[in-house]
């Protein structure tokens, strides 16, 4: 087994971990990756069917604007820990996004259509 393929299983493990609300500590070679999951699983767009996918334009995006340069096997792992995290919502392990506390109005639709 490689370092990579090690750091990967222990990087998705965490995820189901802290998806199921168990205390973590990220594996000290992925703190970095970690960060830039987090900071992008918390702007992740949200479908009828669930959370989607980080996309590598989001990725790509996200490190150009932080200025973090990233390997193949950086992205191979963040894809990877977002693959954790998609496969343990979808096997309920997370609940959704709690759904708006206000009913919409008529005020309010066009507030947010124009």
């Excluded at 987090?38 to 590598?56: F, M, V």
């Excluded at 709690?98 to 009913?103: I, L, S």
Aim: aromatic share 8%; proline share 7%.
């Amino acid at each position: 087994m490689t370092a990579q393929s090690r750091l990967t299983a222990a990087m998705r493990s965490q995820v189901a971990a802290a998806v199921k609300g168990t205390p973590i500590r990220a594996h000290e070679a992925g703190i970095v990756l970690w960060d830039i999951f987090t900071d992008l699983h918390h702007a992740r767009q949200w479908r009828d069917a669930g959370p989607q996918a980080i996309s590598y334009a989001e990725l790509s995006a996200y490190c150009q604007c932080m200025e973090w340069p990233l390997r193949p096997q950086d992205v191979a792992i963040i894809r990877a820990m977002d693959r954790a995290y998609i496969e343990a919502f979808h096997k309920g392990d997370t609940p959704a996004p709690a759904a708006p506390r206000q009913a919409l109005t008529p005020a309010i639709f066009d507030a947010m259509v124009g």
